[in-house]
């Protein structure tokens, strides 16, 4: 869509134009292809250049720095950036506090605006960014392109949902009364996204904050450092103002760890492991000297996340959606199935059929679009490493099991299938994060039902079958916060399937929804007795 001049006049016209998903990218148009592969050449000659911190529009350097490099190249330098410690965190709440002062009483309008020009540059330089992606986490062309599309649509749709929310009210005026219900900003919030959407939901996090008000302090992955400061060479080319958004990349234990205890951090967005994300909740829960509200917490915790097979199902359908929630970016995705639910009519020929179709999966270097390639680091290299250990002796090894020894030293690991798992092993109950896939056998429905449910996660499931009554039963026992019926368990769309989980996955903040903006606000209803005043 063309740059949107918002007016409060036009903000309905606005509303009534409909969101629409970004499309994907097809890669086997020649164009397409060609263009993807000058966009690899272009950003190629552009790798390993130094990026600064950005702290309320100045430019800062550090004598540490954080080096992104390549996983399918660990050599190849991707990016060298400053290095943010914790003597930069009053530094850089103080420029957000400074930047809130006027930017929470910038009119919704302009804030929007902005949203849907940033929308409009990311659109324009969709190749260019993919290719990023693919150099620096690993993706593959498609999977970057989907990347790049969820954050043009996070865009997009939280300006419509900012612009929406501005105009509900109370559902009763009072008689004698004019009420009003409005949805203000927070304050000064963190944004600490993960390594595996590093636009999508760095982006998206970031902006929901920003377009309700907020200003941020944006701490990304020490993993995908890059994506972060091409996006934010966007907001600053399309003049966001100095200090709504203040990149400052850093170690967690460090950068991180202070941000979140800072007195005046109204609220943390995060996405990312268990571990850290209770830690930032039980830190965020202490009240520090200073202080004067209670901490907001929006929490992505990750997954381990089930397909159910049954005897009904399609087969083929069934095997075809497995291997895509497993392996797709490497089983890299909190949504990813983990696991594969079979009833034991089925299990022998849908072992059969999925080590077949797994098989002809081609992994290697993402800049030649293949369709698995590294994990993300080398200590995630060693952790996979160590489950497909356990695995072996929790189950029977159907197919892969070991790394792939490359010349580039990349951090290949082979797609991995392990059957006759128990449901109470620890690579069925643990997120492992990798392509490792373990198979269940179940007895009957209610025992499927039962072993998903048996983890601490709750984020995504999937159930395969031609019964109606099965899936009714499963829209309502099976306790995750994104269920998928006869499809796939991975690639959520914003505005259809809003998306985060219960239980340990999170705080079922429902990015990509109708209520994700209203974690980015606070209510403030307003009474006013009529005739008291002149008009």
Not at 149 to 157: H, S
Not at 392 to 406: F, H, M, N, S, V
Request: charged letters at 20%; proline letters at 5%; one cysteine or more.
């Amino acid at each position: 869509m063309a740059t949107l001049n918002i007016t409060p006049s036009s903000a309905s016209t606005v509303l009534s134009t409909p969101f629409v998903n970004e499309a994907f990218v097809d890669f086997t148009d020649a164009g397409n292809k060609r263009a993807m592969e000058e966009a690899l050449a272009t950003v190629a000659n552009s790798l390993g250049r130094e990026y600064d911190i950005i702290i309320g529009g100045k430019h800062l350097q550090t004598a540490k720095k954080i080096v992104s490099t390549n996983p399918a190249r660990p050599e190849q330098v991707i990016g060298i950036h400053q290095h943010a410690g914790v003597e930069h965190v009053d530094e850089a709440v103080k420029a957000a506090q400074a930047a809130f002062a006027t930017w929470s009483k910038t009119p919704v309008e302009q804030r929007v605006d902005l949203l849907f020009r940033a929308a409009d540059v990311i659109r324009e330089r969709k190749f260019e960014l993919c290719a990023w992606l693919t150099y620096e986490v690993g993706k593959n062309w498609a999977e970057s392109d989907a990347d790049v599309a969820e954050t043009i649509d996070f865009l997009e749709f939280y300006g419509r949902e900012a612009l929406r929310i501005q105009q509900v009210q109370p559902p009763i005026q009072f008689p004698g009364e004019r009420n009003q219900l409005r949805y203000i900003p927070l304050g000064v919030g963190a944004v600490i996204p993960p390594w595996n959407f590093p636009f999508a939901i760095m982006a998206g996090m970031t902006a929901a904050a920003i377009v309700c008000g907020n200003t941020v302090v944006l701490k990304p992955s020490v993993d995908s450092p890059t994506i972060a400061s091409k996006f934010m060479e966007i907001m600053e080319e399309i003049g966001l103002p100095d200090g709504v958004i203040n990149l400052c990349q850093g170690e967690g234990p460090e950068f991180g760890s202070a941000l979140v205890a800072h007195p005046q951090t109204r609220f943390i967005a995060f996405t990312g492991s268990k571990a850290v994300g209770l830690d930032i909740h039980e830190r965020a829960a202490k009240t520090q000297p200073g202080q004067i509200f209670i901490k907001r917490t929006i929490l992505e915790m990750g997954g381990k996340d089930a397909i159910l097979v049954e005897p009904d199902s399609d087969l083929d359908a069934a095997v075809e959606g497995v291997v895509l929630s497993a392996f797709g970016f490497n089983g890299q995705k909190c949504s990813a199935c983990s696991r594969a639910i079979v009833n034991e009519s089925i299990y022998d020929a849908f072992c059969d059929k999925l080590v077949a179709r797994v098989a002809r999966i081609k992994t290697g270097d993402p800049v030649e679009n293949v369709y698995t390639g590294p994990v993300i680091s080398e200590r995630s290299y060693r952790k996979v490493l160590d489950y497909l250990k356990i695995g072996k002796e929790e189950g029977r090894l159907l197919i892969g099991g070991d790394a792939i020894e490359t010349e580039s030293g990349g951090y290949y690991i082979a797609p991995t299938v392990i059957a006759d798992v128990a449901p109470t092993a620890r690579i069925v109950l643990e997120e492992i994060f990798g392509p490792v896939l373990a198979i269940i056998k179940s007895r009957s429905f209610d025992e499927s039902l039962a072993i998903a449910n048996n983890t601490e996660y709750g984020l995504t499931g999937a159930v395969y079958t031609t019964s109606r009554e099965k899936l009714t039963r499963a829209a309502e026992e099976f306790h995750v916060g994104n269920l998928y019926f006869n499809r796939k368990c991975t690639g959520a769309m914003v505005g259809a399937h809003p998306f985060g989980g219960f239980n340990m996955s999170g705080t079922d903040s429902k990015a990509g929804g109708p209520d994700y903006l209203l974690l980015f606000t606070q209510a403030k209803s307003v009474a006013e007795k009529l005739g008291t005043v002149s008009e």
